[in-house]
C-alpha cells in the first residue's frame, strides 16, 4: 500500500510554511509551523500525501515554502528538497511546477502574508469531513 503521509522535522527555532502541490502545480494546502526555543529544540509533524477534494483523492507533493537558515527540515528523514524532488517524480508533477508554486504562495509584497490562489484560478475545494460538517449546522 502506498504511503499515506509523511513525517515532517524541524531542527531549529524559528518559523517554518510547508506546503501541498497537486500534480499541476496548485498550491492545495498552506501549515504554518512555528518552533521556539534554543537551537537543540525540534518540533515533529505528519503532512498528508493524498488529499479529498471535491474533483477525487489528489496526490500531492510536500514542499518547504519558507524556513528561517537556522533551521534544519527533513522529510521521512530525507533533506527535503531532495524528497520533493523524488515526490514529484512519484506523482507526475513537473518539479518547475511545484516550485513556482511555492515561490507564488510568499510573493505578496509583505515578506511575512501568504498568497493562495484567487477564485479565477480555480484551486480545488478540499472536503471539510464530516466532523467540521456536522459542527456547521
Known sequence: MARREVEVVV???????LGLVDRSG???LLRRLVVSGDSRVHATTNLPLVLQTHDGMAEVVPVAVRHSPRQALTFDGREAAAFTRQRSKEVGASLPAVRRSSREATSASDPHALRLPSAAERPI???????????AR
Do not use: D, F, S
Open 11 to 17: 531542527k531549529g527555532p524559528g518559523e517554518t510554511i
Open 125 to 135: 475545494p478540499i472536503h471539510p469531513g464530516k466532523r467540521a460538517r456536522r459542527r
Open 26 to 28: 496548485r498550491m492545495l
